[in-house]
């Protein structure tokens, strides 16, 4: 089992290096760095200096190679760099030190601030976003599609696979204009929720925040509709076919009760697919949620990197990609792990 995990963190490392590059190089060709960063105004000395800041005057392959040591956890630095990039991590070594630290995503263009300051200020608003989404989705849509199942052509069955393909036509930016209408605008009154809000209150006196779930509500459910409608999809193929096969036919000849045979037995060897479904969707709304956080006012990830591309401030949104191929990549991961536990075949 060690060796299997040892196996695909090579291949993530892989294929987080060839996102570092198809990022890098992505963003090389949208406008002047050193003209957005000090505007329409400022002097020829001003911005030589911002170029020769961002490695702007190096040749393009020594940036990449500046850019791959500043987000790699493992690098050289020396001790100028450490005081003025602020890194933070482990340093072994003399003026030239190993570092072993939290990759430098640089400084955004219009606030100065570290970019990776930036988005994990922003990150807990959108995993709390993706986990109320994804626990919606799975508590929902398993038994869904369990009793679509074991119903099958019953009006369950019909209203089960009608609903889900509603679900996964709507696209989550229309679903999320009206929710956001119809339950905290029209139906305020009765909901008590409203079309936006943070995911804390910010007392106007001490500045001290306040935790507010309510506003979690409105744009959990419209992020976890999707997923929703898949998993039931999924649950109900799935248990389908694993109903189909001797064993579970076995166990009712031994007396199993219904609700054994069904949840303890045949729900358990349906849930591999449902599993890939559950893991690459809590990525992608990790990584996803932009234009739901949007439009419901919700400070993640999503709107910071939507703000910033209103603003051109490309550290950001570089930082942003990075962030979400990041998690794409552990949830990848833990699907692998997930798998060789409900099914011990694929580690061999």
Do not use: C
Request: aromatic content about 12%; overall charge positive.
């Amino acid at each position: 089992m060690i060796q299997y995990i040892l196996k695909k963190i090579g291949y993530s490392i892989l294929v987080m290096a060839g996102v570092v590059m198809l990022v890098f190089f992505l963003f090389q060709g949208f406008g002047d760095p050193s003209r957005l960063i000090m505007g329409q105004t400022g002097d020829k000395k001003t911005q030589e200096n911002i170029r020769k800041e961002l490695y702007l005057d190096q040749p393009k392959w020594k940036q990449f190679v500046l850019y791959i040591n500043d987000v790699s956890p493992i690098a050289i630095h020396n001790k100028e760099e450490i005081a003025s990039k602020g890194l933070k991590g482990i340093f072994i070594g003399g003026e030239k030190k190993l570092a072993f630290k939290i990759p430098y995503l640089r400084r955004s263009y219009q606030t100065k601030r570290n970019v990776g300051s930036i988005l994990m200020e922003a990150l807990p608003g959108t995993i709390l976003l993706t986990i109320a989404a994804m626990a919606f989705a799975v508590a929902a849509g398993i038994p869904l599609g369990v009793v679509a199942a074991v119903r099958q052509n019953s009006w369950l069955d019909t209203t089960a696979i009608f609903s889900s393909i509603v679900g996964i036509s709507a696209p989550s930016f229309f679903m999320g204009i009206i929710i956001a209408y119809v339950f905290g605008f029209v139906l305020t009154k009765y909901t008590g929720l409203h079309i936006t809000g943070n995911w804390f209150d910010i007392d106007p006196v001490t500045g001290h925040r306040t935790l507010t779930l309510k506003n979690l509500i409105l744009p959990a459910l419209t992020l976890g509709i999707r997923p929703l409608a898949i998993i039931t999809q999924l649950t109900r193929s799935s248990m389908l076919d694993v109903l189909d096969q001797d064993y579970i036919r076995t166990a009712y000849a031994k007396g199993l009760k219904k609700r054994a045979v069904i949840w303890k037995h045949a729900l358990k060897n349906a849930l591999n697919p449902v599993i890939t479904a559950v893991t690459g969707w809590f990525a992608e709304l990790l990584a996803g949620a932009f234009f739901v956080e949007y439009i419901f006012g919700w400070q993640g990830i999503g709107k910071v990197t939507v703000d910033a591309l209103d603003k051109l401030d490309y550290p950001v949104v570089m930082g942003s990609v990075l962030i979400s191929a990041a998690f794409f990549v552990l949830m990848n991961i833990v699907a692998d792990v997930l798998y060789g536990v409900f099914d011990p075949r694929v580690r061999r």
